[in-house]
């Protein structure tokens, strides 16, 4: 016998409530109350229903895509942020394209080839770098930042980043540190700013000496996280703290220091910023500042969402906190 096919009435009896809004939550998703929404997805997965998004995307003119553009796919960091996405986007009957911004030169006319409307419907976009020259050309799709930003001008969902910071070297010195360093981000980005800041900040109100020799080079990675062990271990007079801007970059320090015989925290101790996965199992666990990712990736889509559905390339920004995870890479002193 053959197996019905459920329809959006077979949703709506099994969630117990009207097709409009099963199909307000499958389209529109952010518009609906928590219960409702999970009461709905339940009830999709229950009787099997499957949404026939190519006649949808047709009768109202989309393609059906979001495109992630992100800077270093490689990057750990984006992992949750991009589950989010995909958790709001999904139901929604949107599929996630994801693209690689700094996988080798990416011109102007690539990325105003990504702003054609007939390619996707929203781009939610990861890298502050790019040019925004691309952005004032006519009839291209709504554009949200995560994460990274350029301007007012365009709508964003971000962290504290500065806040972050100063969480971070402010437990330093709670811990008795009062020669304290930091390994930047790539030099002119947003976050490296944003974070350089908060540090000096924190050391500032403190009245502890900002040395250009205790501020090390980076770019968010673990091999200049280790190169900035290597400078460190070279120095003469040597900070006993430092704020990593990235945990990636904690990592490679507390490596390259460690394979040359130091300890981590007893001869230096380190805080890193993002609390990507694999830092609770580091020997010694990471201290960092835990930004909330997957929350990022979820409110960058459903924001971007409620822009497509308004039909409009302006929307609301937002900051989400962030909060200091305590572990083992800081000493007392």
């Known amino acids: ?85 995909n958790s709001v986007l999904q139901p929604a009957g949107y599929g996630l394209l994801v693209t690689d911004t700094q996988a080798g030169p990416f011109p102007e006319d690539r ?52 806040r972050g910071a100063e969480l971070a070297v402010a437990h330093l010195v709670e811990m008795g540190h009062r020669r304290i360093g930091h390994v930047l981000g790539p030099r002119g980005n947003v976050l490296s700013e944003d974070r350089l800041s908060g540090f000096c900040k924190v050391v500032q109100e403190n009245g502890l000496e900002a040395r250009e020799d205790w501020i090390f080079d980076g770019d968010f990675s673990m091999d200049a996280g280790a190169a900035a062990g290597e400078v460190w271990m070279g120095l003469e007079d040597r900070p006993t703290a430092l704020f990593c801007a990235s945990d990636e970059m904690a990592i490679g320090f507390m490596g390259a220091v460690q394979h040359k015989g ?56 937002e900051v989400i906190e962030v909060s200091l995870i305590r572990r083992d890479s800081v000493a007392r002193i």
């Open 111 to 162: 990325m105003s080839s990504y702003l054609q409307s007939a390619i996707a419907d929203g781009i939610i976009l990861f890298d502050g770098t790019l040019s925004p020259a691309p952005l004032a050309m006519a009839g291209r799709p709504p554009v949200i930042m995560a994460c990274e930003w350029m301007d007012d001008s365009l709508p964003s969902v971000r962290t504290e980043n500065a």
């Open 262 to 317: 130091f300890s981590v925290p007893q001869d230096v101790s380190l805080v890193g910023f993002d609390n990507i996965e694999v830092v609770g199992h580091l020997t010694p666990a990471l201290t960092t500042i835990r930004q909330r990712r997957t929350q990022v990736g979820e409110r960058a889509a459903r924001l971007l969402l409620d822009m497509i559905e308004a039909g409009t390339l302006t929307g609301p920004s």
């Open 1 to 85: 016998m053959e197996k019905k096919i459920a329809t959006i009435q077979d949703v709506a009896a099994e969630a117990g409530v009207s097709t409009a809004t099963v199909s307000r939550t499958l389209s529109k998703p952010s518009v609906v109350a928590k219960a409702t929404r999970e009461a709905v997805l339940a009830a999709v997965e229950r009787t099997g229903y499957r949404v026939n998004t190519t006649a949808s995307n047709l009768r109202r003119q989309r393609t059906g895509s979001v495109i992630a553009l992100i800077p270093n796919l490689a990057n750990p960091f984006f992992s949750q942020i991009l589950a989010g996405v």
